[in-house]
């Protein structure tokens, strides 16, 4: 059965101290669940979008497939289609939530609607821990490093590892498009400086997982991206 998909690129069998990148999509969104593990077997969980029983099972059962230990639940941020699961993960694995504080207020007014997206069944979570600029996750052998970068939403963080080159991005930049901007707190200029002054100094083989959509690199994004190309 093959429930998941590990990014080839990603994929380095000579060297097993590494990080591990696999990926979910979850609920009518689409959203992309990412679980993250070293050779420890510790895990990060960030992001669980899963909603339905199916979609819970299909998360559980990898981590017991895979024997990892979750040590952290952490959100880029608050937006409904990205913590659906989180008590869900909190409840299963007894695990702290991390988030920007900024989005807290994002977190908090998912109760309200969630009933008229068709998330009736939608249980609230409180964070556990703030995620600031500069912060580093650990689990296992391994670290995230935290990026602030509003716009899409105001506590928006992304979590990246220059050395293996990637960034989990949340819904910052996306293959060939961006986050929307029209949500509350949200704003067009702030998403755009964000990824012009976060991400596009990154180098250009780094490469983005998105929240939504397949993954994508910095260098793709800078040559063709409509809303925030830069010129050659
Ligand atoms: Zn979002
Ligand atoms: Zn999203």
């Not at 591990?20 to 992309?32: C, D, L, R, W």
């Not at 695990?95 to 969630?114: G, R």
Request: with cysteine.
């Amino acid at each position: 059965m093959n429930f998941f998909r590990i990014n080839p690129n990603l994929c380095n069998s000579h060297d097993n101290q590494m990080i591990n990148i696999n990926s979910f999509t979850f609920n009518p969104f689409m959203e992309n669940t990412y679980v993250l593990y070293d050779e420890t077997k510790e895990c990060v969980i960030i992001d669980p979008g899963c909603y339905e029983g199916h979609e819970q099972n299909e998360l559980k059962l990898f981590i017991e497939n895979l024997e990892l230990q979750v040590v952290k639940l952490l959100n880029t941020h608050c937006h409904i289609d990205h913590v659906l699961g989180n008590y869900f993960v909190k409840k299963q694995y007894n695990v702290p939530l991390y988030i920007h504080k900024e989005d807290e207020q994002t977190l908090n007014a998912v109760t309200a609607y969630a009933s008229s997206y068709g998330f009736a069944e939608y249980q609230s979570t409180k964070a556990d821990g703030y995620l600031e600029e500069g912060d580093s996750i650990i689990f296992g052998n391994s670290k995230l490093d935290v990026v602030f970068v509003p716009g899409h939403a105001p506590g928006h963080v992304a979590l990246y590892n220059l050395a293996q080159n990637f960034c989990i991005g949340g819904d910052v930049l996306f293959n060939g498009s961006i986050g929307r901007t029209d949500l509350p707190g949200g704003d067009f200029d702030t998403l755009i400086n964000s990824i012009h002054s976060k991400f596009f100094i990154w180098n250009d083989d780094l490469v983005v997982h998105c929240g939504h959509g397949s993954s994508t690199t910095i260098g793709d994004e800078k040559r063709s991206n409509p809303f925030c190309a830069i010129a050659q």
